[in-house]
C-alpha cells in the first residue's frame, strides 16, 4: 500500500481512499540479467489477490 501520488488519484478515481495497491513485478532471463519490471497501480475496492505456485 501507497499514497497514491496526483496521476493515480486522476487515473484512477479514488473516491475517497488515501491508498492504493501498488504490485511490482521482477522477470530475469536464465543468466540473472533483469528482462522486465512491472509496476501496477490499483484503487483498494478493486484489488483481489490470487496466489497459484505449482512446484515440481
Known amino acids: 500500500m501507497e499514497e497514491p501520488t496526483e496521476e493515480d488519484a486522476e487515473l ?7 491508498s492504493i ?3 511490482k513485478s ?4 536464465e ?4 528482462f522486465q ?3 501496477s497501480r ?3 475496492d478493486k484489488f483481489r ?3 497459484f505456485a505449482r512446484r515440481v
Open 12 to 18: 484512477l478515481d479514488l473516491e475517497g481512499y488515501s
Open 21 to 23: 495497491v501498488v504490485i
Open 26 to 29: 521482477l522477470v530475469y532471463l
Open 31 to 34: 543468466d540473472t540479467s533483469l
Open 37 to 39: 519490471y512491472t509496476e
Open 42 to 44: 490499483h484503487r483498494p
Open 49 to 51: 489477490f490470487v496466489d
